[in-house]
């Protein structure tokens, strides 16, 4: 899923050069009908809040003071999208997303880094504005749900092996932002960018101390304020 994505993804920034020239599509009513459903899918990148997650407060959690350990701030992954349009300027979208990847880092030979996958489902309202210029853009308020899962892992190498069980937690989410798409054919457009504040509901002790222990992460954060940047393509129907 994630390799489809990133083909959406160069294909997007391949069509960037028709949206720059502004004209290169045909202008008209004729050339934008209303689409009735609009598909979108895409890649993504995620700057995650850390939610009190640092150097500091990993060491303390595997008990290790020396501490060789970083913080994940950027995930990669993917999002489609399935939006019904009742009016020109008012729609409902459906949102899938979901990105992976190591929580933290460590250097020095430090092995067992467990892996972290999310996946979300939201919905909510659309306002387009769309008139006879190829850009459309568009903003959305998106509520939802989000499973978050942090695979079985033993942490080892120089420090002594610290081992972790696999845990999943669900939240509430929700997504506020908008966007930009642009049109390079009469049914297809590249979205060039959506930006959405995605706030999440998770309770970071509970996630990390399920999967280390109750006695082990205390002190972070009980939901987190992240930054979600889509680029790709829609297909109109």
Same mark, same amino acid.
């Given at each position: 899923?994630?390799?489809?994505?990133?083909?959406?993804?160069?294909?997007?920034?391949?069509?960037?050069?028709?949206?720059?020239?502004?004209?290169?599509?045909?202008?008209?009513?004729?050339?934008?009908?209303?689409?009735?459903?609009?598909?979108?899918? &895409?890649? !993504? #990148?995620?700057?995650?809040?850390?939610?009190?997650?640092? $150097?500091?407060?990993?060491? =303390?959690?595997?008990? %290790?003071?020396?501490?060789?350990?970083?913080?994940?701030?950027?995930?990669?992954?993917?999002?489609?999208?399935a939006q019904y349009n009742p009016t020109r300027w008012v729609g409902i979208a459906v949102d899938f997303g979901g990105r992976s990847g190591p929580p933290f880092t460590a250097t020095?030979?430090?092995?067992?880094?467990?892996?972290?996958?999310?996946?979300?489902?939201?919905? &909510?309202? !659309? #306002?387009?504005?769309?008139?006879?210029?190829?850009?459309? $853009?568009?903003?959305?308020? =998106?509520?939802?749900? %989000?499973?978050?899962?942090?695979?079985?892992?033993?942490?080892?190498?120089?420090?002594?092996?610290?081992?972790?069980?696999?845990?999943?937690?669900?939240?509430?989410?929700?997504?506020?932002?908008?966007?930009?798409?642009?049109?390079?054919?009469?049914?297809?457009?590249?979205?060039?960018?959506?930006?959405?504040?995605?706030?999440?509901?998770?309770?970071?002790?509970?996630?990390?101390g399920s999967a280390y222990g109750p006695d082990r992460f205390l002190g972070l954060g009980n939901h987190e304020d992240n930054i979600r940047i889509s680029t790709g393509i829609v297909?109109?129907?």
């Amino acid at each position: 899923m994630v390799r489809f994505a990133v083909v959406i993804v160069m294909f997007a920034v391949l069509s960037v050069p028709v949206c720059a020239q502004g004209t290169a599509v045909p202008q008209g009513p004729s050339q934008e009908p209303m689409p009735k459903v609009q598909v979108f899918g &895409g890649g !993504v #990148i995620f700057h995650a809040d850390p939610a009190g997650l640092n $150097p500091v407060s990993i060491g =303390l959690g595997l008990r %290790e003071p020396a501490s060789p350990f970083g913080v994940t701030t950027f995930f990669y992954g993917w999002e489609a999208q399935a939006q019904y349009n009742p009016t020109r300027w008012v729609g409902i979208a459906v949102d899938f997303g979901g990105r992976s990847g190591p929580p933290f880092t460590a250097t020095g030979g430090v092995t067992g880094i467990p892996n972290l996958t999310s996946y979300s489902l939201l919905a &909510g309202p !659309v #306002i387009s504005y769309r008139t006879k210029s190829i850009f459309t $853009p568009f903003l959305h308020t =998106l509520f939802g749900w %989000e499973r978050a899962n942090l695979s079985a892992s033993t942490i080892s190498g120089p420090l002594e092996p610290v081992t972790s069980a696999s845990t999943t937690y669900n939240d509430v989410v929700m997504a506020l932002g908008g966007g930009v798409d642009c049109r390079v054919m009469r049914r297809l457009s590249v979205r060039l960018a959506q930006v959405d504040w995605y706030h999440t509901s998770i309770n970071e002790n509970l996630f990390y101390g399920s999967a280390y222990g109750p006695d082990r992460f205390l002190g972070l954060g009980n939901h987190e304020d992240n930054i979600r940047i889509s680029t790709g393509i829609v297909v109109k129907f």
